[in-house]
Structure formats: structure tokens, C-alpha cells
């Protein structure tokens, strides 16, 4: 005669031990709530484009407070030469560059001696040198350029990629944020707003315990596994009487995403493992588990293991690129990124990746090509600046757009940043006006009802 037990049904069990769990110091529910997962089709699955993606993969820099392109990457020897000069009785003095520039690679693109490591990367790097945006206003334009809205805070770049194309590996967040510090607007740079809770970017702190509370206090695997089956079927019967709730849908996929972590993102997020020459290639402090340099290798690892999406600041709201008062501190910011980044560009070259990962590297905006608060400093400047792509089928020994003499206005080709998004997209396989979502009785896209794709700029 079978036991009791076995004549009942998984489910059945479960929903006695709750009951038993509610009443007694039996203590299952509190094991149970530690990880979740669902059983059958996940919300996170991969999903086709709307046409052959050049990208799988998406890493965004992101440089706060303001990157000045005049001094970086879009030369202008004409700024040089009418240093001190007013362009009428109204203006501030234009103000050239305290560093030099020098011709890099065989496209002969010329770099300011801040970047001499992206110098060595130009050859594989698209640059757009006629970027504006919509405000000059720190909270606003990081707004604009993280999620496509000034006003009112709208999904991000990484969530409506999550959204469009799921994840390579449902066992660690689709959309991955290394932020040390918080930038404007904070954890709206990265949020998923009105899409699904399971879209929103993850943040990882960078440390040697970059997310805290991973490591599951279940030292049995087979107890756990149990664990999880029994809640996976609680869950989902719970879910089926709700009509699909999209919140619910959210808490029980973050729950196995969660399990998910504790399997693998200790081993990702471990870079002691890695031979001494990548270590060196991203820079001489790499080791240090909260550099920026280990957070551009901890990009790499990531994207290898299936993340669709990373986002990395490399600096918070304070103490960043916005140098009013004396620009030559923009010597310490670029020698904190530069090697990191061309050594991730050089890493993923290596490793066959390159092709199939879409770096981009932006800033809320630019910097006037004159002076402002103090004859050393530069103010905020929207209406036109550099970003930059490299790999994911953007055209690498290339520049488009062309500035005026002082970089202050698009002489040549425009791009907005309802353009640079819908690039972006166009390259991860997405068409940036078919990729909507209903809500509160209107389709929502990234690019609302602008945006060009930028075709020049793909190989």
C-alpha cells in the first residue's frame, strides 16, 4: 500500500506544508521565500529582433557631469588658434585645449594626449561628433540620454533591450548596472518604469562583495532544488488565479533570477582567476576588485555568461566631469578610464567578441568651447558633443558628423539622441519603431515618435 505521501500530488503537498507551515514551527515557508523559479517558459527567454542583430550583447559607459569633446576627441585647431578671442561683445572668450592632439592608427583620427589607450583603439572605434540633446541640465540630459526622456522618467536604454530581446542566460540578470556611486537621478538612469519589474537594471556595487547576500544559506543542493520545485509550483498556481498578474510575474521571476545568482555570479564576479596578462591589459590596479579597470573586466565576464546589458558609471554626482572652475581636472578622470576601456575593446578583439558586443561611451552632454565660471573651466553643452561606438557592427576608423571650427554647433550631419538610440537599437536587431509597449492607453517607445537610424555608421 503507498504512503500517504506518495499518493499525493506535488501540489497537493505543497499546499498542506504551507497550511502545516502557518500553524507550526515547522519553519518550510521561511525556507521557501529564499529563491524562487518558475517552472515551464520564462519571461526572460531569448526573443528574435526584427532583423538580423550585428550585437547580442550591449556595454554603455557612462561618463557623469559632462565630457568635454573638445578636448578629447573632436580636434579643432581653429579653437587653438582663437584662444582669448570673443566671437562678439556678449560671448566669454573661446578657449582651446590645454592638452595636444596626435594622429592615431590608419585612419589617422586624431586624440587629445588624455586618451593615448583609446588612441591605440581608434582603428576599431565609430565616433559621432555631432551629438545634441535636449537640455543642459545634469538630472534632465542623463534622463535623455539613459532613457529617451527629459520630463518625465521613462524606461532605459538597458530595459527596453531586456524587454526586446530577453537574455543569453536567465541565471543572471538580463541588464546589469556596476555603479559605485549614484548619478543623477540615481536608480532612474537604470530603471524599467513601466515595463515589467524583471527588465529593470540590476546594480552591482564594485568590491570584493559586489552583491551582497548571494551565497544561499542552504548548504544542500538537493533540499534546495526541492525547495525551489515546491515554491515554483505555489507560485504559478497562485499566479493562474490572478489572470497573469505582471506584478507577480515580476516578484517570482526576480525570486529566480535570485536562485539563479547564488548558482553562478559568485565564479563571474571572481576575476582572481584570470592570467596576469589580461590583468595588465586593463590596467596596473586591476586586482583591486573596486576599480574601474576590474569593473571593465567584470563587463567582459559577464557578457561572455549570457548578460545582455551592462552599464557602467564610472563616477557619481559629485566629484565628476563637470569642471567649471578648472578643466585640467579632466586629467584624472581620463587616466581612470582610458587603459580599462581600450584594454575591454583589445580583450573582447582577442576573444572573438568584439563583433558581437556594441561598446558605447557617452556623457549627459558636452562642454563650451569657452570659457566659464573661471578662465580654466568649461560650462555644460548640450547642443553638441562627442559619443563613441566600437564593435557590434558599427563601423570601426570612422567619424560622423562634422562640427563647426569650435565645436560648437553641427556643420554636418546632426544626430540627436533620439538618433544615437535608435542606432543602438537598429544595431542589437531592434527597429526602434516597432519596439513598443501599451500602456495607460498609448504605445511608449524609446524614441517616443522621433529618431533615425544612423546607417553611415554601420559596417
Known sequence: MKSQFNRMGRRDFLRSAALTSATTSWGVQSSLVRAAALNGGHPLAPKLGHHTARAKHLIVFFFTGGFSHVDTFDYK?????????????????????????????????????LFPHMGSVVDQTCFLHTVRGDSSGHSAATLGMLTGSITIPMPSLGSWISYGLGTLNTNLPPFVVLA?????????AWDASFLPGYHKGTRLFPSANPLPNVNSPITSVTQRELENRMLAD???????????????????????????LMREAPEAFDIRGEPQHVLDLYGNNTADPASFASQCLTARRLVERGVR?????????????????????????????????AGLIKDLHQR????????????????????????????????????FFAGGGAKGGFSFGVSDEYGATAAENPVHTHDFHATILHLM??????????????????TDIHGNVIHQVVA
Open 77 to 113: 585647431p581653429m579653437l587653438q588658434r582663437d584662444h582669448g578671442k570673443k566671437l562678439n561683445d556678449r560671448d566669454k572668450p573661446l578657449k582651446g585645449s590645454p592638452w595636444k592632439f596626435q594622429p592615431y592608427g590608419q585612419c589617422g583620427k586624431m586624440v587629445s594626449e
Open 180 to 188: 559605485a556611486k549614484e548619478p543623477y537621478n540615481a536608480y532612474l
Open 234 to 260: 505555489l507560485n504559478t498556481e497562485h499566479l493562474d488565479g490572478r489572470s497573469g498578474d505582471l506584478n507577480l510575474r515580476s516578484r517570482m521571476t526576480s525570486f529566480e533570477t535570485a536562485f539563479g
Open 309 to 341: 546589458v551592462v552599464n557602467l558609471f564610472d563616477v557619481g554626482s559629485n566629484t565628476n566631469w563637470d569642471n567649471h572652475n578648472d578643466i585640467s581636472l579632466h586629467a584624472g578622470l581620463a587616466r581612470n578610464i582610458d587603459q580599462p576601456i
Open 352 to 387: 572573438g567578441l568584439l563583433d558581437e558586443t556594441l561598446i558605447v561611451g557617452c556623457s549627459e552632454f558636452g562642454r563650451t568651447p569657452w570659457e566659464d565660471l573661471t578662465p580654466k573651466g568649461r560650462g555644460h553643452f548640450n547642443r553638441n558633443f562627442t559619443c
Open 429 to 446: 536587431g531592434l527597429d526602434h519603431t516597432q519596439l513598443t509597449y501599451r500602456y495607460s492607453g498609448r504605445d511608449f517607445r524609446l
